[in-house]
């Protein structure tokens, strides 16, 4: 049995517990949940019949031909009740608590891991393929996003300190040479956005992360013909898209003793999903993704600066 061991760090609240959602437990079959989606998220190149085929394979499959994973997950950690706390407005009695209830609606009274707390991610397989496949999916799963609750929103972020079976610097991140796909994935439409301000507070930097993204939506509801704002995040009531999950990923880094942001666009085909208006739906998309690409670029001008601690 081979076996990899990814020593992590949470950066911000991460809303994992147990099913009463008041039991503090970083839960293997969340965090294998997020893994194949990302996964996913890493072979839009693949056709639907060969995604599942594929996936199958290494995660397994459920139904009348249930097969078994060909990995598992296991973590280990301790303490994990001195990080754990139940009210996020309790636990960050901080300024702009309207900013953090857009960003935390829903989960405002769920029980929540705090930041730096620390637990590893233990990978076993028999195949090494299937170790170094996953070593992949688990960088990746660390660089763009998080686990839990509000993950999109620049929750339950966390970095991997180290890895003694794994060069992470060796770990190559996803190509995006692939057309879109049926599904959020990496491809050539992506954008990627880094902000230039940082804090030594990851708290400061998710309310710039929401001032960008508002500004945004913003940006996407200023044309009086239609609101784009449908192409960034889910699909309002009136819209002629169908339901889909939001496309933009909010993230936090932690660079030494410093935070920062990213701003993830991956964009997949449910713009093309509505026959009845695919030509209407291209030609918004197109003016969608032309504002977002133009704010991003705007945005590069950002000056480098530290932003100010929030004083509680």
């Not at 990302?38 to 995660?59: Q, T, Y």
């Not at 499959?61 to 994973?69: D, L, R, Y």
Request: hydrophobic residues 35%.
């Amino acid at each position: 049995m081979k076996t990899i061991t990814f020593h992590c760090k949470t950066i911000t609240p991460m809303f994992l517990s147990g099913a009463d959602g008041k039991t503090p437990e970083l839960r293997p079959p969340s965090i294998k949940g997020a893994m194949r989606f990302w996964w996913r998220a890493m072979n839009g190149h693949l056709s639907l019949v060969d995604l599942k085929r594929k996936e199958g394979e290494i995660f397994g499959n459920g139904g009348t031909k249930a097969t078994k994973s060909t990995f598992s997950v296991d973590t280990e950690y301790e303490n994990l009740n001195d990080f754990f706390a139940q009210n996020i407005f309790s636990e960050y009695p901080y300024t702009n608590r309207n900013k953090l209830l857009y960003m935390v609606y829903g989960a405002e009274e769920r029980g929540f891991i705090k930041e730096g707390f620390k637990f590893d991610i233990i990978i076993k397989s028999r195949e090494k393929r299937i170790i170094e496949e996953i070593a992949k999916v688990v960088n990746t799963l660390a660089y763009y996003a998080g686990l839990g609750a509000k993950s999109r929103n620049g929750f339950g972020n966390f970095e991997i300190l180290n890895s003694k079976e794994l060069n992470l610097e060796d770990v190559p991140y996803p190509t995006t040479s692939n057309e879109l796909s049926k599904y959020t994935a990496f491809s050539k439409e992506n954008l990627i956005y880094e902000t230039n301000k940082t804090s030594k507070n990851w708290y400061q930097i998710l309310l710039h992360l929401h001032d960008i993204y508002k500004e945004l939506k913003y940006e996407l509801k200023k044309f009086e013909d239609t609101d784009l704002r449908e192409y960034l995040a889910a699909s309002t009531d009136n819209s002629i898209l169908e339901r889909h999950g939001k496309s933009i990923f909010l993230k936090i880094h932690n660079l030494g003793n410093e935070y920062y942001g990213q701003l993830a666009f991956l964009p997949y085909e449910y713009i093309y999903g509505n026959t009845n208006a695919s030509t209407e739906l291209s030609n918004e998309y197109k003016k969608a993704t032309k504002v977002i690409k133009n704010f991003f670029q705007s945005n590069d001008n950002e000056q480098n600066e530290e932003l100010p601690l929030i004083k509680i």
